[in-house]
């Protein structure tokens, strides 16, 4: 008996194969090696609605039907909004999970937003669940910013960052957006007063010198220093017939 083509098959070097999983299903016919029907529930008992009630004295002796659970005495003729029970709890005291793969000082690859493609240096995780991450700014221009860890892809690649410090004030509030005021114009003040326009505050490029200059001196202390140098300050990029899932980062 010759050997037999496989029902599917992987398209090229892509990694894709032929059929999805969904299609596979119906062409081996897996639907008629399940079973049918399965274990049928027992009903439920209903409890009883009704119980039957001694009634003392002489006029009234006997039993009485009562009913189990007595209806309210009163109705509301309003209708009233009752608030919802939320069962997943305050954002605030969310269990914070983090990939196994990140870890302080490892080097993460940008997916998205305006510094994607850009190489950087992971600090440490924030109370909301973010990272916060530093290029550092003398490298490639990526300062301290907060970014999701769903658009990130971790490497091998670590920087010792152990004798690092922080400052207490960079949390999510440190991060938080500034609201820019729109000029109230008066009779004949049209052209006087401009819009507000964001400037990056003292205090944000006092932290990001102290932060920068730690890390860059962990860099310094790499034992492959000028190779790490590059490959912070080297954009991320994929070439013909390079698949990210088939790459050891």
Known sequence: MGITRPRNYELG??????????RMYRK????????????????EKKSAEVKKKQIGGDKNGGTRLVRVNRPPKSYQTAEVSRKLKNKKGCFSKHKRNLRTTITPGTVLILLAGRHKGKRVVFLKQLNSGLLLVTGPFRLNGCPLRRVNQIYVIATKTKVDISKISIPDRVNDAYFRRKVLKKPKHAEGEIFEQKKE???????????????DKSV??????????????????????????QY??????
């Open 197 to 211: 326009v964001y400037s990056v505050s003292d205090e944000r490029k006092e932290d990001q010198l102290t932060v």
């Open 216 to 241: 860059l001196e962990a860099i310094r202390a790499h034992p492959e220093k000028k190779l790490l140098f590059g490959y912070l300050g080297a954009m991320f990029s994929l070439n013909n017939r």
């Open 28 to 43: 081996r016919a897996v639907y008629r090696l399940k079973k049918k029907g399965g274990d049928k529930k027992q009903p």
């Open 244 to 249: 990210p899932h088939k790459m050891i980062f």
């Open 13 to 22: 070097n892509s990694g894709v194969m032929r059929f999805s999983a969904t």
